[in-house]
């Protein structure tokens, strides 16, 4: 389990649950902000741009990340995992972060753009809709200039937030000089996205074992070498899992195959039964896995694989067992594609609230938000610390989507309200802040 790093705080503050002003004066360099969102990515973006159009100043707010800017994680997730700009974004999309409105849709906004009649059917029943990962990624960037992103952020990496003994909160960061300093809040958002990768047990265990992350990758973290060494040299590529994100990198496989006249073999293993194809495009490539098979190169094999280890030549094998016994299968790289969520504990932050700020675990051991996804025993005085997308839960909608991320700020935003912080927005103002938003004109 994680937490603060030593020697970024004295013992006194490591070891207190709540801290004075003093003590934490004493120890570093402390500035005033009522409001803190950590992260910096999807999460924290939705929730200020909904602040922002409500009327907070950009003053009163601050987002500390590690960023650039706020697609920055997402866009290298959908690149490492064979999503390109161009693609449609796989799991559809019924919210955008970058319109607290969610209006227009991206189904109608496509649709507007492009002339064309094919996204209206989606966008007027209000089915979710795949929009290309660069129309998400160029709202976003429109957006953040609208509402004065680049000067609320704050470069670094937060280590702890603290309970403070007269109410609200300290998050120490340390930022590129590497000494530690806070910001004391009324209010923290924690928006920390994935709290870290998890392989797969076996492969875990490899890794842990041999150190070899060149043959051993995740889908989900860069993993160009494999594709390129293929190239180079005929190989043999496990990959493991049936879902979406398999599917993605079998089909790069497959397409370096087809345009470098490869003779690359793939092996794909997965414990459950194959999502089922959907749409002509996913069956074309299906028909593609079938000639795979008859010509040989394409292997499917179901059943659960529980050792890797080095082979002969600088190779690994994997130990399977299926029914009917144990197999063995030798190849030149792994690649996870199970996607497995890490637990919140892996995230230093997370684990110091449930060992020391009481926080808890909620429903699939996630952190247990209110449905104003205020972080439940976690309150200080009049302040209050909310937590949105992977590491909580949330009601209703799936916490890790940006319809989830959209309703979490516009929980929170309205909390803020109820609470003072935020200004409310009557239907007048809304319809006044949305002209301003469709002509791109910034927040006032
Ligand atoms: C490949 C892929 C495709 C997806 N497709 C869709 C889709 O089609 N539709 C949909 O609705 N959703 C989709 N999602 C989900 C969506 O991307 C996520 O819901 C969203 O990005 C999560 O936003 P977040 O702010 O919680 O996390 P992120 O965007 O990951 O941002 C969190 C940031 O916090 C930073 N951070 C963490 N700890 C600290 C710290 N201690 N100090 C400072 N900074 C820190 C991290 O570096 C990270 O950059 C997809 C996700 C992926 C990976």
Same mark, same amino acid.
């Given at each position: 389990?994680? &937490? ?22 004493a ?19 939705? +929730? ?8 907070v ?32 974004? &796989?799991?559809?999309?019924? &919210? ?72 609200g ?9 590497? $000494?530690?300093?806070? =910001? ?7 928006a ?6 998890r ?17 051993v990758?995740? $889908? ?13 040299? $005929?190989? +043999?590529v ?49 028909a ?5 098979a008859?010509?040989?190169? =394409? ?42 969520? $890490? ?69 929170? +935003? ?8 935020c ?7 809304? +319809? ?13």
């Open positions: 389990m994680g &937490g603060p790093r030593r020697g970024i705080l004295p013992p006194s503050l490591l070891e207190s649950p709540r801290w004075s002003d003093p003590m934490v004066a120890a570093m360099p402390v500035a005033d902000v009522p409001f803190v969102t950590v992260g910096g990515g999807i999460g924290s973006f939705a +929730t200020v741009d909904r602040l922002r159009v409500h009327g100043p950009a003053e009163r707010i601050r987002v500390i990340t590690d960023l650039d800017h706020p697609a920055q994680t997402y866009e290298r997730l959908t690149r490492w995992s064979q999503l390109p700009p161009t693609a449609r974004i &796989g799991t559809g999309s019924r &919210g955008r972060p970058d319109a607290p409105w969610c209006f227009p849709s991206y189904a109608l906004e496509e649709a507007w753009r492009e002339r064309s009649p094919r996204p209206l059917p989606g966008a007027l029943l209000r089915r979710p809709w795949s929009p290309r990962a660069a129309t998400v990624l160029a709202g976003l960037e429109r957006e953040a200039a609208r509402i004065g992103y680049a000067d609320m952020t704050v470069k670094g990496s937060v280590h702890v937030v603290r309970r403070r003994e007269d109410g909160y300290f998050t120490v960061l340390t930022g590129p000089d590497g $000494a530690p300093r806070a =910001y004391r809040s009324r209010y923290v958002h924690l920390v996205g994935r709290p870290g990768l392989l797969l047990p076996d492969l875990q265990r490899y890794r842990s074992e041999y150190g070899d992350r060149v043959r990758v995740s $889908a989900y973290e860069p993993h160009e070498h494999v594709y390129a060494a293929l190239r180079d040299k $005929a190989g +043999t496990m990959v493991r899992g049936g879902g979406g994100l398999a599917a993605r990198v079998l089909r790069r496989l497959i397409e370096d195959r087809e345009a470098h006249g490869l003779q690359t073999r793939v092996v794909q293993a997965f414990r459950t039964v194959l999502a089922r194809p959907s749409g002509p495009e996913r069956r074309a490539w299906q593609r896995l079938r000639d795979g008859a010509h040989g190169w =394409y292997h499917c094999v179901r059943g659960v694989v529980d050792l890797v280890e080095p082979g002969p030549g600088g190779r690994v094998v994997a130990h399977l067992r299926r029914e009917g016994g144990r197999h063995q299968f030798l190849s030149d790289f792994i690649i996870d594609c199970a996607a497995l969520p $890490a637990d919140i504990a892996e995230h230093q932050v997370l684990a110091d609230l449930l060992a020391r700020g009481g926080a808890r675990r909620g429903p699939l051991d996630r952190l247990e938000v209110a449905r104003s996804f205020e972080v439940t025993g976690a309150a200080s005085g009049d302040g209050a610390l909310y937590a949105s997308g992977p590491a909580a839960l949330g009601v209703g909608v799936p916490a890790d989507t940006f319809r989830g991320l959209q309703r979490a700020a516009r929980e929170i +935003t309205a909390d803020l309200t109820r609470r003072g912080f200004p409310p927005l009557g239907p007048v103002a809304a +319809t006044g802040q949305w002209l301003r938003w469709a002509r791109g004109v910034p927040v006032r």
